[in-house]
C-alpha cells in the first residue's frame, strides 16, 4: 500500500515503532507498539499507538494531537502493520481505539482503503453478541483482527 505516510523505523525485534508527525502543534513523537497477548490457546498482538508521553516514559492514546494529519499518521500506522507482519507472518493482530471515536475512525480507514487492505490481510470485526465476524462495509464494529493472507 503507497500511501502518504512518514517514514519510521522499527526496533530490531519489529515490535516497537517510531515516527513523528508534523503539523501546526509542532513535531510529535508517535509510538506503535505490538504486544504478545497469550490467552488460554490463543495468542495475538494487541496494537498500541499513540504519542509518547516523555515526562511519564510512556505511550498516551488518550491524548488528542490535533496536528490536522490524521490520514497520514494512519497510513503510517497501516504500514507499521504492513511491516510487522512481513516479520511476523502468522501473527494475529488485535485494534481497538481507545474510546469509540477512535475505533470509529480505524474503520473508516478500513473501509475508504478496503480493496488496498483485502489484498493483504483478513479482517475480522467485533460485533457485541457475535464476536468477530468478517469485517463487512457499513458495519460497526468495537475492534478488529487482523491476519497477513499467505502470498
Do not use: H
Not at 502543534?25 to 507498539?33: A, D, Q, W
Amino acid at each position: 500500500m503507497n500511501f502518504e505516510r512518514y517514514d519510521y523505523k522499527a526496533n530490531k525485534s519489529f515490535l516497537d515503532y517510531e515516527f513523528y508527525s508534523e503539523g501546526p502543534k509542532g513535531v510529535i513523537k508517535k509510538i506503535v507498539r505490538f504486544t504478545l497477548v497469550t490467552v488460554p490457546s490463543f495468542s495475538y498482538y494487541n496494537l498500541g499507538f499513540g504519542d509518547w508521553n516523555e515526562e511519564q516514559g510512556k505511550i498516551d492514546d488518550f491524548v488528542i494531537s490535533n496536528n490536522l494529519d490524521a490520514e497520514r499518521v494512519l497510513a503510517t500506522v497501516a504500514a507499521t502493520v504492513m511491516d510487522f507482519t512481513a516479520n511476523y507472518p502468522d501473527a494475529t493482530v488485535y485494534a481497538e481505539g481507545s474510546c469509540p471515536a477512535r475505533t470509529r475512525r480505524y474503520q473508516m480507514g478500513i473501509n475508504k482503503y478496503w480493496t488496498e487492505v483485502n489484498i493483504f490481510f483478513d479482517v475480522y470485526g467485533l460485533v457485541e453478541n457475535q464476536g468477530f465476524i468478517p469485517f463487512k462495509q457499513g458495519c460497526n464494529y468495537k475492534a478488529f483482527v487482523v491476519k497477513r493472507k499467505m502470498q
